[in-house]
């Protein structure tokens, strides 16, 4: 059992959802609410995204990027 804890303690604090601090050979964790509100935000659009629309969006983007490696900006240019 120690071993999944310790895993999926280092998979939230590299997430950075949780800190540590060591005290001694005693590790305290502590969820790390430094931007809880921008986490919320983007958890509740995510919930809200259409599949759809979002797989179009992902589509447009990875199009805008391989024209900026050719360094074109836009499809018109």
């Known amino acids: 059992?120690?071993?999944k804890v310790s895993f999926h303690l280092r998979?939230?604090?590299e997430a950075r959802?949780?800190?540590d601090t060591k005290h001694g050979k005693?590790?305290?964790y502590r969820l790390d609410d430094s931007d809880i509100f921008r986490r919320f935000?983007?958890?509740s659009?995510?919930?809200r995204a259409d599949g759809e629309r979002v797989k179009k969006d992902k589509?447009?983007?990875e199009k805008f990027r391989r024209g900026k490696d050719i360094g074109s900006v836009c499809g018109k240019c």
Do not use: G, S
């Open 1 to 3: 059992v120690q071993p």
């Open 11 to 13: 998979a939230l604090k």
């Open 17 to 19: 959802l949780v800190t």
């Open 26 to 28: 005693w590790i305290h």
């Open 41 to 43: 935000l983007v958890i």
């Open 45 to 47: 659009i995510l919930e």
């Open 59 to 61: 589509e447009r983007l």
